[in-house]
């Protein structure tokens, strides 16, 4: 099953993490959910009818849902929004008197004391 994700304009990546690695839950409404595990895309053929797992063509913007897919209802996606550049003068996020302190923490050479 392909799903088309190029409507979602702020899409960076899935999420997952080591506790919960199923980025992808399909809901039908009567409490039952299915879950899926990304798997690479350059072995989808390998993973083609294994249940639950999907893989995602970045490049075209597709994800596929592997296996048999037992119903059609919503499909719930945890992903990393892609935000705007940050830029210091317009979303400053520390306070100027905290500069040396930011300085120091960013530059490893900053606590070398020249001799």
Do not use: H
């Not at 899409?11 to 080591?18: A, G, M, T």
């Not at 409490?31 to 995602?56: G, H, M, S, W």
């Not at 905290?98 to 490893?108: G, K, W």
């Amino acid at each position: 099953m392909a799903i088309n994700l190029a409507t979602i304009t702020d899409f960076n990546r899935l999420y997952q993490n080591s506790t919960d690695p199923y980025p992808i839950r399909l809901f039908d409404g009567n409490n039952k959910i299915e879950k899926y595990r990304l798997v690479p895309f350059n072995q989808r053929l390998e993973y083609k009818d294994v249940p639950n797992t999907a893989c995602y063509d970045y490049a075209n913007k597709i994800f596929y849902l592997n296996g048999t897919v037992n119903f059609a209802e919503t499909l719930n996606i945890r992903y990393i929004r892609r935000t705007a550049a940050f830029t210091s003068a317009s979303d400053p996020i520390w306070e100027s008197r905290f500069n040396s302190i930011c300085y120091c923490l960013s530059s490893p050479l900053a606590f070398i004391k020249a001799e």
